[in-house]
């Protein structure tokens, strides 16, 4: 666990209301497991007005039947949703296990199987009923509602109108999975509470499962101002994808075979459905949520039949027959990862979708639909002889000569969003390649009225061409958009001006994994970023997450480089970065905490204060079939609009293998409460031995400490005044683990004294197990007994001629040609690893001056370059030493036991 503040000290500064405050420091908890299985997986949480955290989650009941986990490539039991819930207050601080509820199970389908038969495990089966197993939750919280959705191989209801009708769920084969097995489709589901979280209404299947449905999500707007006719009305809406032939593996470089809904058949559709809602009425649920039959928002199908073999489908029905290829939906594109919002009563969709190219282009473009909840546009077409209602194609955002994807966007209303606001951010991944190539984070935003709702396509700036909306290739690509604002172009020395650049102005850097947050004037955006993307892979270079900062009348800001994270072993993964929630009605009716009619200041919302956590993960070559393990999770804040940020705290208990913990936490979801001041969140943590996950739980907070004076000085300047300094005669910086102002790590190493087997070695970063000893010396993971070169990180431990010292650390250097002014020498280095780049330097003693060669070594190891001496040079004088290096992954050396010193003839 990261060091923390002693609770003696935090209690000491709150008894003593004379302490003068000064610097912040962001202060984690211990961290707690929400899950009661060894199945927890993916936890969301969501903050209700009144302070209530509440938690959703996968995880399997007691007695779940096995499932095929496609993506993860693994059978393992088959989960459910469950919901908890805390409520803090004087006496619950949710930080204990008891303080939460007993856990809901919401979906209640692990335990049932399908209607239809399956041969889900391939060569190692026959085909039988399939358990209801859920894919992950997704929740959100609307005024007094709570939605969740998700989807599930459970699908009894075979038409998604009123009444039960008989199960049509399909399944498909995965060759590449044991001989091919087939997966049952999954449908779609919804569930609502109006008790935050503490009660839910009996699920909802939204979709039939003969198409598979995947990425739900939802979004409401319902009016919570008391003094309103429209008082507890509104509006809730879903969306999702469905594809006629089955959830697709990935084809995106990297590790995995991705199975995530981005690689999609043609015929693809995004899904919609509202729900109007009225809890104006105590105990009427009949009107509480009133959900209309699911429809297209796309144009994607146009017929029955795919291609390929006319023999038979990769699709099978419940009866375990293999359909043929006319039986099956089809279409010209394929639409994915769908997002939805709304805006006063305006739904906001937008979307990738294949290009409908007939193979001229395997790019995507990004599409965004705006229209009235109730009244989605709507088209009819013949399919077989049947009408079938269809969407429309939607406006293309992105420039279709790219490849965009990843799609996403902030909004806020008019009257949050002011004058000149921004109603809508949006902005995803565009460049020319696909599969993971190099790309840029591009943006547009829509807005400008604090009174009307200014969203559609016209609106959008920088502007798109009017005719935007087609769903021809050959229209779409000659349409002349402006060029999206290109935010991460350039990112370390970036300018207003390259806001203009094109995607490809520097091919070497790349950008990803896009997050922002939308909070009145101000707009803060940010992406993970290398300069390099193949120095990356090479761990000469990683991924760190940078913001940028919109204010409404200034403009965008420089990039700032929050996370900074200097050892490129280790890249930032899944970043989130999240504002305060709004001021709570009730207790802080004015939002300033300083009104007399405020009874809880902690309900008032700080706008200033944004958050930034973070996973970590091994930074390795995207062909490394296992992917980098993950590490742990970091957080962050700022107080001041995001113009600076605290030094950021490692949040998760777990850190991961690279430093020698077999736990490791990913893809974190964090809350906070108005001003900011305490945090919530929850994360996946994963145990490597015993193969177990946990959805766990942390809670923290953000503290002043006191900054001493005359009247309570810090005596030994280690800044922990007088009056707190259990040591205050001892200088305890850099060594004080829980703030009292004592020495409880002498070696400054983060291992407690109690637990330090090394008392006097800092081990900082190359203590493998915890000891506080240095066990491995060049951080590359080899234990330095076992290391072929102990002191450079070599990953790969080469060792050409087997005498138990890796290449790495048997440079030798030579020099052909005779140092006279003017001379060139050839200089040579063997015992490199072949394709190693070897540094040469070579230096000027008179005047200080560094010459730099750089080469790559051959298949021997031997890299040769070569230097001029300066014709300045003075015959006689020892004036030039050369050297050569390899340098590691994170920045150390392997350097010549024997650097060359030459004399001038």
Known sequence: ??????????????????????????????????????????????????????VAYGDSPAGAPLVYDVKADFERPARDIFVKTCKPSATKSCDLPGDWSAPVNVSNSAMQVTDGVFDWRGINGNPEHYPGDIDKPNIKTSGPMVVLTWVSKYCPDGDPSPGVQPAIQRGVRYLERDGGRVIPFSCTWTSYSTTKGASWSAPVQLSSGIRDAIQDSSSGSINTDTTSPSYNKGQIVISWQEDPQGLQLGEADGPGDGASGANVSNGTDVWYTYATVDLSVANTPADDFVPVVPMRITDNVSKLGIG?????????????????????????????????????????????????????????????????????????????????????????ISDPLKNARRVRFLTQSPADAGQDGIQLAIFWKEGIYDNGGPSDIVFRRAGGSPTAVNIAPSYLFPAVDA???????????????????????RTPVATDANLLDDTEADWDENALAHRGVLRGQDLWLGYTYTADLVAMWAQLDNYNFWVRKYTVGVGWDTPQNVTNITDTRIN??????????????????????????????????????????????????????DGGDDLGIYITRSSDGGLTYLDPVRYSAAMGSL?????????????????????????????????????EYCSGDVLELPDCDVSDPDSDGDGVCD???????????????????????????????????????????????????????????????????????????????????????????????????????????????????????????????????????????????????????VPGDELIVISAALRGPSGSESVASVPETLVVE
């Not at 006319?310 to 010209?332: H, K, M, S």
């Open 1 to 54: 666990m990261t060091a923390g503040i002693g609770a003696s000290f935090v209690t000491a500064m709150l008894a003593n209301p004379s302490v003068a405050w000064g610097s912040t420091v962001i202060e984690p908890g211990d961290p707690i497991a929400l899950s009661d299985g060894g199945n927890g997986d993916k936890p969301k949480m969501q903050r209700a007005g009144d302070g209530t955290l509440i």
């Open 467 to 489: 005719a935007c909306e087609t769903s021809l290739y050959a229209d779409a690509i000659v349409l002349l958009s402006d060029r999206a604002q290109n935010l991460s172009s």
């Open 659 to 695: 430093f020698g913990d077999e736990e490791s936490a990913y893809e974190a979801q964090i809350v906070t409460r108005p001003d900011g001041t305490r945090f919530y969140g929850v994360w996946n943590q994963h145990d490597s031995v015993l193969g177990e996950t946990a959805a």
């Open 308 to 396: 390929g073999t006319t023999v038979a489908a990769p699709v099978f029905d419940g009866a375990g027959n293999q359909l043929l290829p006319r039986q099956v939906e089809a279409g010209r594109a394929g639409a994915a990862r769908p997002n939805i919002g709304i805006i006063s009563g305006q739904t906001i969709i937008a979307y990738e979708e294949t290009k409908a190219s007939a193979g001229l282009d395997e790019g995507k473009f990004v599409r965004y639909h705006t229209f009235p909840y109730a009244a989605p546009p709507q088209q009819s077409i013949t399919i077989a002889g049947q009408s079938v209602s269809i969407g429309t194609s939607g406006c293309i």
């Open 572 to 625: 930032v993964r899944e970043p989130r970065i999240f504002g305060t929630p709004k001021s709570n009605a009730s207790t802080c009716p004015t939002g300033d905490p300083n009104d007399p009619s405020t009874t809880a200041p902690t309900d008032c919302q700080d706008q200033d204060v944004v958050y930034l956590a973070w996973g970590t993960q091994e930074n390795v070559s995207p062909f490394d079939l």
């Open 723 to 873: 009056s707190v300094d259990s040591c205050p005669a001892q200088d305890a910086t850099g060594w004080d683990l829980d703030r009292d102002g004592c020495i409880d790590d002498t070696d400054g190493d983060g291992v407690g004294d109690d637990l330090d087997d090394c008392l006097f070695e800092d081990a900082s970063g190359w203590d493998l197990d915890g000891d506080g000893c240095i066990d491995d010396t060049d951080g590359d993971g080899f234990l330095d007994p076992d290391d072929t070169c102990p002191t450079y990180p070599d990953p790969r431990q080469l060792d050409t001629d087997g005498d138990g010292i890796g290449n790495v650390c048997t440079l030798v250097l030579g020099v052909t040609g005779t140092p006279v002014p003017s001379a060139a020498l050839t200089l040579g280095s063997s015992g490199a690893n072949p394709g190693e780049t070897v540094y040469f330097r070579v230096t000027d003693v008179a005047s200080g001056q560094v010459a730099t060669r750089v080469a790559v070594a051959n298949a021997s190891g031997v890299a040769t370059t070569t230097y001029v001496v300066p014709a300045a040079a």
